[in-house]
């Protein structure tokens, strides 16, 4: 079972590390938004500034940053229940996205949010003391 959950944290690591430098470089092509125009148009507004597509916005720069943090803390094993902690708002935020503009492209949002709740639910003796 060891195995099983050292598979699942690296490439939950690896996931977030591709996602999180693609938002740097967009080496990968964006999600296809046909017929669905509030996602592209709400996708173009949190990644562009101002009315041309020529401008960086902050917010993806900055979700970017936080997955590969994550990314390379699941990695390289340090500060994992930190790392799970920080990822939380980020996988509810994506499930969210796809599940109200983009339903067509929940597929990977709700693998990283199963993967990020399973390693919680491992990690979870390190969780006890906030709730006592």
Same mark, same amino acid.
Request: net charge positive; no cysteine; glycine share 10%.
């Given at each position: 079972?060891?195995?099983? &959950?050292?598979?699942?944290?690296?490439? /939950?690591? /690896?996931?977030?590390?591709?996602?999180?430098? &693609?938002? *740097?470089?967009? %080496?990968?092509?964006?999600?296809? %938004?046909?017929?669905? $125009?509030?996602?592209? @148009?709400?996708?173009?507004?949190?990644?562009?500034?101002?009315?041309?597509?020529?401008?960086?916005?902050?917010?993806? !720069?900055?979700? !970017?940053?936080?997955?590969?943090?994550?990314?390379? +803390?699941?990695?390289?094993?340090?500060?994992? #229940? /930190?790392?799970?902690?920080? +990822?939380?708002?980020?996988?509810?935020?994506?499930?969210? *996205? @796809?599940?109200?503009?983009? +339903? #067509?492209?929940?597929? $990977?949002?709700?693998?990283?949010?199963? +993967?990020?709740?399973?390693?919680?639910?491992?990690?979870? &003796? @390190?969780?006890? #003391?906030?709730?006592?």
């Amino acid at each position: 079972m060891k195995i099983v &959950n050292l598979i699942i944290r690296v490439g /939950l690591g /690896l996931l977030l590390l591709t996602f999180g430098l &693609n938002k *740097f470089f967009w %080496f990968m092509p964006d999600f296809d %938004f046909t017929g669905y $125009p509030e996602a592209e @148009h709400l996708f173009r507004a949190l990644r562009f500034s101002g009315q041309e597509a020529t401008g960086k916005g902050y917010v993806m !720069g900055l979700v !970017g940053f936080t997955e590969v943090l994550v990314g390379l +803390l699941l990695v390289i094993k340090k500060w994992v #229940p /930190l790392a799970l902690v920080i +990822l939380v708002p980020i996988s509810v935020n994506i499930v969210l *996205f @796809h599940a109200f503009v983009n +339903l #067509p492209n929940i597929g $990977p949002a709700l693998l990283v949010a199963v +993967l990020n709740g399973y390693l919680m639910y491992k990690y979870w &003796n @390190h969780y006890r #003391p906030l709730f006592a």
